[in-house]
């Protein structure tokens, strides 16, 4: 089983980015798929969640107009589209797999963690 995340990097507050996160090893329709962030000295939040089987999603508050999740099925691929950057932003970004394939932002229910990209947003 492999998740590996990709598109993290520096951007000025207001820019875009678009993190990927392709997984590999499990049936990937079977599960939902979550990205999490731990910011410096804070704790793994949620950030949002898609279920691969009846594509329901969830964001946390903080995000929730500025970010979209999305998954490719045929890649077994899912992005965050992050828009409307904030220097709050800031922190690595983890994507994690989880089954049956239900939207959750509690990372103990994740079977299968990715090794994370770094997210700044800074001027």
């Known amino acids: 089983v492999q998740l590996v995340e990709s598109g993290g990097g520096l951007v000025q507050p207001g820019g875009s980015l678009r993190l990927s996160c392709a997984a590999s090893g499990f049936t990937f329709d079977d599960y939902a798929i979550g990205w999490f962030r731990q910011a410096p000295g804070k704790e793994r939040e949620g950030v949002s969640a898609i279920s691969n089987s009846d594509g329901n999603t969830w964001y946390r508050d903080a995000v929730r107009g500025r970010f979209t999740i999305s998954s490719d099925n045929a890649r077994s691929t899912v992005y965050l589209q992050m828009n409307s950057l904030k220097p709050e932003d800031t922190a690595v970004y983890y994507c994690?797999?989880?089954?049956?394939?239900?939207?959750?932002?509690?990372?103990?229910?994740?079977?299968?963690w990715g090794q994370g990209t770094q997210v700044t947003v800074s001027s």
């Open positions: 994690a797999a989880m089954r049956p394939s239900i939207v959750t932002a509690n990372p103990d229910m994740y079977d299968y």
